[in-house]
């Protein structure tokens, strides 16, 4: 597999502890109900963080984006920002975790006492499960970078399915992912309703054209913690940045295109439709990915 999420293996997640509603549970007996709500209808949102040194990178913007989905969605999540921290904290200190440990944080409404869509059949509370893993990023990745596929399936606007929700309903990102697999590329790339760059099917996408580093409007793409970041690095760093509309011409003509991502960070891009990105080279990926990663460990010293 090569992607933004390839991580190398360890066998130690063979024995993990998965928290499940305040209870862990070996991986093996790691179980919800088949009338969880999120299993049922995908309704739900989550998080991905990373403990570095033994704390959570911007975890506050992360559990910050997790409440204002949970609130936008009508779901009570039950617990306050802190007793998640303490969950997750929790989870890392029952796995013996310390560095390198990616964790998906997930809430869903809860289950239901028949099959439907209707919140009021929620029998109980919200469910919460964290599943931490000791997770590094293939770094033959980094290397080599990602091949990306423009996807037919465009991302919705936001009276259909608000994009900055990171919520459990990702069914049209499989499909795009599926047809970039298809074509022979490692993920895909997704257009906004107008035809303009959005974002991928996991990540968020910038170019770099004539030393600028340029990414989409945002309101077609998840609000992403990396991608806040960097671009708040970049212009400290006086690098011009934009937040933009712009094309697949503008992309297929680009010096350099990367994603970002709580898991992987900064991956560089190869190509895009079969079209080689740059010379190969990316000396401004590189520069924002050794900013971002004095970030994270000023966040975590």
């Known amino acids: 597999m090569r992607g933004t999420h390839a991580s190398l ?12 509603n305040s209870d862990f549970f070996p991986r093996h007996e ?3 109900s088949v009338f969880d709500s999120g299993f049922l209808v995908g309704d739900g949102v989550w998080e991905g963080v990373r403990l570095h040194n033994g ?10 984006r997790l ?14 920002k802190a007793e998640l921290e303490a969950a997750l904290y929790e989870t890392a200190r029952r796995n013996n975790m310390h560095t390198d440990v990616h964790m998906r ?4 409404r809860g289950t239901k006492k028949t099959p439907s869509q209707d919140p009021r059949l929620v029998v109980g509370g919200s469910t919460v499960v964290i599943i931490a893993e000791h997770k590094r990023a293939d770094p033959e990745v980094t290397k080599a970078g990602v091949r990306l596929f423009t996807s037919t399936v465009r ?9 900055k929700l990171n919520c459990h309903s990702k069914l049209h990102e499989v499909i795009a992912l599926v047809q970039a697999l298809y074509a022979g590329a490692d993920e895909a790339l997704m257009l906004d309703p107008e035809g303009f760059v959005a974002t991928c099917n996991a990540t968020n996408f910038f170019i770099v054209r004539r030393g600028e580093v340029w990414t989409s409007t945002g309101q077609y793409c998840l609000n992403g913690i990396t991608r806040r970041l960097v671009l708040e690095l970049a212009r400290a760093e006086g690098i011009p940045t934009f937040e933009k509309p712009f094309s ?6 680009a010096e350099e295109a990367f994603v970002t991502g709580t898991f992987g960070s900064l991956t560089p891009v190869s190509a895009v439709d079969g079209r080689d990105i740059g010379t190969g080279t990316h000396p401004v990926t590189e520069r924002l990915a050794a900013f971002y990663k004095e ?7």
Request: glycine share 4%; aromatic share 8%; no cysteine.
């Open 55 to 64: 704390r959570f990178a911007f975890l506050d913007l992360h559990l910050t």
């Open 295 to 301: 970030a994270v460990v000023k966040a975590t010293a």
């Open 30 to 32: 790691a179980k919800v």
């Open 248 to 253: 697949l011409t503008d992309v297929y003509s």
């Open 105 to 108: 944080l997930m809430v869903t």
């Open 9 to 20: 293996p360890d066998p130690r997640n063979d024995s993990i502890l998965i928290y499940i």
């Open 155 to 163: 991302r919705p606007p936001p009276d259909t399915l608000d994009q």
């Open 67 to 80: 409440f204002e989905g949970a609130k936008a969605i009508g779901l009570d999540i039950g617990k306050t």
